[in-house]
């Protein structure tokens, strides 16, 4: 687990990849700025292997973790699903996830549906950009 | 693939910017504040940016083609519900001239892609040619304000102009063949210089 300023050194460090994770954006932030709103919304981001995974608890429903991941892969994000049922006794998981993310795919493997979508949510390269709205309840997920 | 980028400033980078502010052809540029105050004074009110003025005003880093250090650039103030910014930015000697306007393009590029930044001011004060020439200053130039600023023991004339959405459909989206063209040019006249 990093604490913030790793965790907003790791995420610029990744670039393109963490952009939209956990609603920050390294291009457009700089690492105090990320450091902060990481803070803000007391948020924990974690190793995992090649990839980065956060999750934030949200205040008026705790046992609902809003979650995020830099990688493709399902496998960091089914070890930070078992950790947060584990340990943080969450029973169910929102990710918002810019569209065309290769982040998609991770959720997916990992038993999370699309429940619909910001349109024109996030301003990107040039434009206005759709975010999806990704969630599962904890009897839906896969454990790692 | 651009020749000149942009990125984030850092800590790191702060004795670079430090460097170039003093450097008497650049600082008759701005105002004399970097003259007037200690390294650590002019250090401590950029890591105060770095770290607490993003919403106000930003830093950022020009690099080469390497992605070596090639100048400094700033937004201040930045009016986000309007969309506007202004504009400042230097680069260091080699990088003068044609390199000087792709780090322009690259700025103004972040600024309105990434930023949604939709109308850019800047100011050059009349004797400054490091980035442009007088005639490109002359057909740029909005609006002239005599005596705006004493600098390096003279008062100085600023022009403004504003760089808008419009202006860049034209100038960072109708042409990128010409811009591709003298992105080559420039790498070529690089790797000539660097020899074999």
């Known amino acids: 687990m990093l604490d913030a300023t790793a965790a907003a050194q790791a995420l610029s460090d990744a670039a393109g990849a963490a952009r939209g994770f956990l609603g920050i954006d390294p291009v457009t932030q700089n690492c105090a700025l990320i450091a902060a709103e990481l803070t803000r919304i007391g948020a924990q981001v974690c190793r995992a292997d090649d990839a980065l995974v956060g999750y934030a608890h949200r205040p008026s429903q705790p046992r609902q973790a809003l979650v995020a991941s830099t990688s493709a892969r399902a496998e960091p994000v089914a070890t930070l699903l078992s950790f947060l049922r584990i340990h943080q006794r969450s029973t169910s998981y929102l990710a918002l996830v810019p569209a065309g993310s290769v982040t998609i795919a991770a959720f997916e493997g990992c038993g999370f549906r699309q429940a619909g979508v910001l349109r024109d949510h996030r301003y990107q390269s040039g434009g206005y950009q759709d975010v999806l709205v990704y969630f599962a309840k904890e009897a839906d997920t896969c454990r790692s | ?196």
């Open chain 2, 1 to 196: 693939m651009q020749v000149m980028t942009v990125r984030h400033f850092t800590e790191a980078d702060i004795p670079a910017r430090i460097k170039h502010m003093r450097d008497p052809s650049f600082q008759a540029n701005l105002s004399d504040f970097a003259t007037s105050i200690t390294d650590e004074s002019l250090a401590a009110r950029q890591r105060r940016t770095i770290a607490q003025e993003q919403h106000t005003a930003r830093i950022f880093t020009i690099c080469g083609p390497g992605g070596e250090v090639a100048g400094f650039a700033w937004i201040n103030p930045i009016d986000w519900y309007s969309q506007c910014c202004e504009l400042s930015a230097g680069v260091l000697p080699p990088y003068r001239g044609g390199l000087g306007a792709l780090a322009v393009a690259a700025l103004y590029e972040y600024l309105l892609s990434e930023l949604n930044i939709r109308v850019v001011v800047s100011q050059v004060l009349d004797h400054n040619q490091m980035m442009q020439s007088a005639e490109l200053m002359a057909a740029c130039r909005q609006v002239t304000c005599p005596l705006d600023s004493y600098t390096a023991g003279e008062w100085r004339a600023a022009h403004f102009w504003a760089f808008t959405e419009a202006d860049a459909r034209s100038y960072l989206g109708a042409e990128p063949a010409g811009r591709q063209a003298l992105a080559d040019r420039i790498r070529a006249r690089i790797e000539e210089d660097q020899g074999p």
